[in-house]
C-alpha cells in the first residue's frame, strides 16, 4: 500500500456523498475532547484510533488516553516521532509512521462501539489569515484550520476505522490478530440498541469548551480595546507634541485624554525636580464631581508618596487611603493627612515622568469620594505609557528652547562683532589720526610757538586719554562678565557715594557746560551694603550719560528712596532727548549706540550701560529706565541691597581716587 494517499481522500472517495467543511483547531480539541470523554463516561469497549500530527501534540493528551485504555484494549495511537515516540505496546498500542506521510497533515479520532460510531477524519489547510485576523495578534496554533468530516454515522466511522487500521498494519504488521479483533467489531451489526446512549458528557463537554472560548474571546477583547485604548492615547499625544513644542499645549491635551479615558475623578500633570518643595498645578482633568486643583500649591516636600517615586522613579500608588498602611519599601510612613481629608483623596497613584534618570514632572490619579479603588496594572502601564511621551516632549521642547537661546546668543555675537569693528575702528581711528598729526607738527616744526605747542599736546593727551577710557571700558565688561570680578561688600551711605560721583564728572567736565544736576539723597536714608567703588563707577556713567543726551539748560535730578524694606532705589532722571518705548531694554545692551556708530552727535563706546548693568546685577539689584518718548527726557533706576542691622555700626567710606573704582580691584 502506497503511504502517499490522505486518509480524508481515500474516504471521501469510498463515500462520494460525504461533504467535508472547515474547522478551526479550537473547534477539534472540542470535539476531540467531548468523543473522548464520551467513551471515559460508556460501559461499552470500543474500538478507539487516534491519529496526532506530531508526537508534540500526543504529549498533551498522553494522560487522557492512559485512562481511556482502561475501558477498552482497542485503542491505537499513531503519531510522527520526534523524541522517544516509536511503536510500542504500553497500555495502548501506538504507531510511529513517518514523516512523510500524508497522516502528518491530518488529525483523526474515530471511535466504534457496540452502542454508538463517531469519527473526526481532518486535513489541515495552509491558508494565509485575512488582514483582519493578523490584525487581532492571534496565536499561530489558534488561526490554523482544517478540512474534514465529523459526524455519528456509524457507516462513515467504520470505513474511517478500515482505512486508518490498515495504516496501523502498514507499520506494525505482527498486530495482524489485534486489528482482525477490531475489523470484527466494524463488522458487527446486530446490535438492536445502537446510538440509544446518554448524550449527556459530549453535550456538557462541549459546552465547557464554547463558554471557555467565549471567555477567552472576550479576554482577548478587552486585550484590544485596552491596546486601542493606549494606541489613541499615545497618539493624540504624538499629534500634540508634533502640533507644538510648547509643554503647556501637551499637557493640557495629554490631562484631558487621560481623564477622560480612566473616568478617574481628578487627573493632574505637572512639571517638577526631585528637590521641589512645592509645586502650582496648571493641569487638570476632573469627573464625578471633584473639586479642582488648579492654582494651589502642592506640597511635595512633606508627601511621602512623592519622596518614593522622586528617589526610585518608578509608580506607586494606594488603593484606599483611610484604610491602608502605607508601606514604602519596608518603611512605614504617615499619609499626608491634610491633602487626603482636604481634597478628599480616597485612592492615590503617582507616576513619575522621568527623561535618562532625570525627574522631569509627575501624573497623578486621584479617586475620591471615600470610594477604594484596586489600581489594575494594565492602567499602570498605560498612564506609564503616556508618562514616557511626555518625558520625550519635555526634552524636545528644552532642546528646542536651547536650540533657540543658542541662535540668539549667535545672532548677538554676530552684531557684537560689527559693532565692535565699527565702534573701535572709529573710536581707535579718530584720537590715532589726532595724536599722529599733533607729534608730527611738533616734531616737523621746531620753531612752534608756546601756545601752539601746548594746544598740540592737549589735543594729543586728550585723544589718548579717550583711547585709554575705550579700552578700559572693554577690560571692564570682560572682567565682569566672566565673573572674574571680586566684590568687597560693605555697608556705605549711599549719599556719599552720590556726592564722589558728581565730583569725578565735574571733574572731567571742567571745560564743557553741564546742565544743572541736583542730588535729593537724604542722609537718613539707611546704609546699603555693596562695594563703593563700583557704586560710584555705576552713578558716574549714569550722570555721564545723563548730562551726554541733556543741553546745558536741561535739569538732571539724582533721588534715592526705600523700595520694599530690603532695597533701596536710586533713580536720575534728565529733561533730554528722552528714549522710545521700544528700546528702553535695548540701551543696555553692548555697542548700542542711538545714533549709530558712525552717525552720532555724542561720543562713546555704547558699553557703558552694559556695564552698568553688570555692576548692579552683581551687586544683587536690578536696574531699568524709563521713558515718556522722544525729547520728554529719561529716568534710570537702580535698586541697590540694605545693609542688615548688625552691619551698620562701623559705616565705611569708599576708598578712591577722584571718585575712580581702585585698579587693584579691576
Not at 397 to 408: K, T, V
Not at 489 to 499: G, K, S
Request: charged share 25%; with cysteine; net charge negative.
Amino acid at each position: 500500500m502506497s503511504r502517499s494517499p490522505s486518509i480524508l481522500e481515500d474516504l471521501l472517495v469510498a463515500l462520494p456523498d460525504l461533504r467535508p467543511q472547515i474547522y478551526f483547531k479550537s473547534s477539534l480539541t472540542a470535539l476531540s475532547h467531548a468523543m473522548e470523554d464520551q467513551v471515559l463516561a460508556g460501559v461499552d469497549q470500543p474500538v478507539v484510533i487516534a491519529s496526532f500530527q506530531r508526537e508534540r501534540f500526543y504529549r498533551q493528551e498522553a494522560h487522557r488516553y492512559l485512562r481511556i485504555a482502561d475501558r477498552t484494549d482497542q485503542v491505537y495511537v499513531l503519531a510522527a516521532p520526534e523524541t522517544d515516540f516509536a511503536n510500542r505496546f504500553d497500555r495502548y498500542e501506538t504507531i510511529a509512521f513517518d514523516a512523510t506521510d500524508a497522516l502528518a497533515k491530518e488529525w483523526h479520532l474515530v471511535v466504534v462501539g457496540s452502542h454508538y460510531a463517531a469519527c473526526l477524519i481532518c486535513r489541515e489547510r495552509q491558508v494565509s489569515p485575512a488582514p483582519e485576523e493578523a490584525s487581532l495578534h492571534l496565536p499561530p496554533d489558534q488561526s490554523r484550520r482544517f478540512e474534514g468530516i465529523w459526524t455519528f454515522e456509524r457507516s462513515v466511522a467504520c470505513k474511517a476505522a478500515e482505512l486508518l487500521l490498515a495504516k496501523v498494519l502498514l507499520y506494525r504488521p505482527e498486530l495482524t490478530d489485534k486489528v482482525a479483533a477490531a475489523q470484527a467489531v466494524l463488522l458487527d451489526n446486530t446490535q438492536v440498541n445502537f446510538s440509544n446512549v446518554d448524550p449527556g458528557p459530549f453535550a456538557e463537554r462541549l459546552v465547557t469548551y464554547i463558554q471557555a472560548g467565549q471567555y477567552k474571546l472576550l479576554k482577548a477583547y478587552r486585550s484590544i480595546a485596552a491596546q486601542e485604548q493606549r494606541e489613541r492615547l499615545v497618539n493624540s499625544i504624538t499629534s500634540a507634541i508634533r502640533r507644538s513644542l510648547n509643554p503647556d499645549e501637551i499637557f493640557k491635551v495629554a490631562v484631558q485624554e487621560l481623564g477622560q479615558t480612566l473616568q478617574a475623578s481628578r487627573c493632574l500633570i505637572y512639571r517638577c525636580r526631585d528637590t521641589d518643595a512645592t509645586v502650582t498645578l496648571q493641569h487638570e482633568s476632573l469627573n464625578h464631581g471633584a473639586e479642582s486643583l488648579i492654582g494651589q500649591r502642592w506640597n511635595l516636600a512633606d508627601n511621602p508618596l512623592f519622596q518614593f517615586v522622586a528617589q526610585h522613579q518608578e509608580p506607586i500608588y494606594v488603593s484606599h487611603t483611610q484604610a491602608d498602611v502605607w508601606l514604602l519599601r519596608e518603611q512605614e510612613v504617615v499619609a499626608p493627612k491634610e491633602q487626603v481629608q482636604r481634597w478628599a483623596i480616597a485612592a492615590w497613584l503617582m507616576v513619575p515622568v522621568v527623561h535618562q534618570n532625570r525627574l522631569l514632572g509627575m501624573v497623578e490619579v486621584h479617586h475620591c469620594n471615600n470610594t477604594a479603588h484596586d489600581w489594575h496594572e494594565t492602567n499602570v502601564g498605560l498612564i506609564e505609557a503616556i508618562a514616557n511621551q511626555i518625558g520625550v516632549a519635555l526634552i524636545q521642547a528644552e532642546a528646542y528652547a536651547n536650540l533657540e537661546d543658542l541662535n540668539q546668543q549667535l545672532a548677538a555675537l554676530d552684531r557684537t562683532r560689527s559693532n565692535l569693528i565699527a565702534i573701535t575702528g572709529h573710536e581707535l581711528r579718530t584720537p590715532l589720526s589726532t595724536i599722529q598729526v599733533c607729534l608730527e607738527s611738533l616734531s616737523t616744526e621746531p620753531d612752534m610757538p608756546e601756545e601752539l605747542r601746548q594746544v598740540m599736546l592737549n589735543a594729543a593727551l586728550t585723544d589718548a586719554e579717550r583711547m585709554r577710557k575705550l579700552i578700559q571700558d572693554f577690560l571692564t565688561l570682560s572682567q565682569l562678565e566672566s565673573g572674574r570680578i571680586q566684590w568687597h561688600l560693605e555697608p556705605l551711605p549711599l549719599q556719599e557715594c552720590v556726592d564722589l560721583a558728581m565730583s569725578s564728572l565735574r571733574s572731567r567736565q571742567m571745560n564743557g557746560a553741564l546742565p544743572e544736576i541736583t542730588a535729593q539723597v537724604s542722609p537718613e536714608l539707611p546704609l546699603i551694603q555693596a562695594d563703593g567703588e563700583w557704586v560710584v563707577e555705576v552713578l558716574s556713567k549714569l550722570l555721564d550719560n545723563a548730562c551726554k543726551f541733556t543741553e546745558p539748560t536741561g535739569k538732571v535730578i539724582i533721588q534715592a528712596q526705600p523700595n520694599g524694606g530690603k532695597m533701596l532705589e536710586v533713580t536720575i532722571s534728565d529733561t533730554g532727548r528722552g528714549i522710545e518705548s521700544n528700546r528702553l531694554e535695548t540701551v543696555f545692551d553692548r555697542f548700542y549706540q542711538e545714533e549709530g556708530a558712525l552717525r552720532r552727535s555724542a561720543g562713546g563706546t555704547g558699553l557703558g550701560l552694559a556695564i552698568c548693568r553688570q555692576i548692579v546685577v552683581g551687586l544683587g539689584g536690578r536696574i531699568w529706565a524709563e521713558s515718556a518718548g522722544k525729547d520728554r527726557g529719561s529716568q534710570f533706576h537702580l535698586t541697590l541691597p540694605i545693609s542688615p542691622p548688625d552691619l551698620e555700626e562701623k559705616p565705611a567710606k569708599p576708598n578712591h581716587a577722584k571718585g575712580k573704582p581702585s585698579k587693584a580691584r579691576r
